[in-house]
């Protein structure tokens, strides 16, 4: 009797250690689990959580396009599936979009994109002049699949959204150069000014400038570089709020003036009226 008297005693002292043994481990495991962060998007004209958003979406915010070293729309191809983007031999600031293998197949002015690109919740009409540069920008949304008139205009294939950052209500001021191999010098100026706060309401301004410029990686017979970067861009925004109401301005510019890159071209024959012009092998 008695060995049974002592297992009996000792049997609560054993689980309330086994038991205690799995309180801490589980309190050691929830500190250390990883927690998910909340992406906020607004794939349905609607602000709602990335995990709960009833459509295929991949989001950037402003420190993962930075971290990831996004410069243009052509980075996006590195870090969303099923998405290709690239410059087309016709000018470096035309766009080539594929999503889901449907591509816009040309960027003359007259042929609407199977992709559509949107500044702010601005439709951007044709794939000509639609590389965009990313700078100062809240988030990229890139929508796959057939988008319908959510937006104001059908997609075949997905759309990409685009939204800058609005002004900020203190002052503030950013200078950025960069510099890398063959030449490249790169330049972001930025600067935010609140410039009213009275009974009329808020008035913020931002302003940010980009000088990108970089020597082509091939040259010609005559020493010309091919594939020179040479861009500007630049936005001003303002905004004005008071209780419920709220109205945003922004005027954005890009020039490019960049020389078809190397891979691009193709050596021609001699030109006969009438019979067409032969082409030789690319380069």
């Not at 689990?33 to 909340?38: K, N, R, T």
Request: hydrophobic residues 40%.
């Amino acid at each position: 009797m008695h060995p049974i008297t002592r297992n009996t005693r000792l049997l609560p002292a054993a689980c309330l250690c086994a038991l205690a043994g799995v309180n801490d481990y589980s309190h050691a495991a929830q500190e250390r689990a990883w927690v998910l962060e909340e992406i906020l998007v607004t794939a349905q004209r609607r602000v709602e959580s990335l995990q709960r958003a009833p459509v295929s979406v991949s989001a950037f915010d402003a420190g993962m396009i930075e971290e990831l070293g996004i410069v243009d729309i052509e980075g996006l191809t590195r870090f969303t599936p099923n998405v290709t983007i690239h410059k087309i031999p016709a000018g470096a600031s035309n766009a080539t979009v594929r999503i889901r293998g449907t591509a816009n197949p040309e960027v003359i002015i007259t042929t609407d994109p199977a992709v559509t690109f949107y500044v702010d919740g601005v439709l951007i009409g044709k794939a000509a002049g639609s590389m965009l540069d990313l700078i100062d920008l809240e988030r990229i949304e890139v929508l796959r699949g057939p988008q319908g008139t959510l937006f104001g205009r059908n997609a075949v294939s997905g759309a990409i959204a685009v939204h800058t950052r609005e002004p900020l209500e203190q002052l503030a001021f950013e200078q950025v150069f960069e510099v890398g191999n063959l030449d490249l010098f790169e330049s972001q100026t930025l600067v935010n000014v609140p410039l009213y706060d009275g009974d009329a309401g808020k008035l913020l301004a931002r302003a940010v400038y980009m000088y990108h410029e970089r020597d082509g990686w091939a040259q010609n017979d005559v020493g010309d570089d091919w594939g020179v970067e040479d861009r500007h861009a630049g936005r001003f925004n303002l905004a004005w709020s008071r209780d419920d109401w709220s109205a945003r301005y922004v005027y954005d510019q890009s020039k490019w003036r960049e020389k078809i890159p190397a891979p691009y071209l193709e050596a021609v024959g001699a030109f006969t009226p009438g019979g067409g012009t032969p082409k030789a092998d690319a380069l």
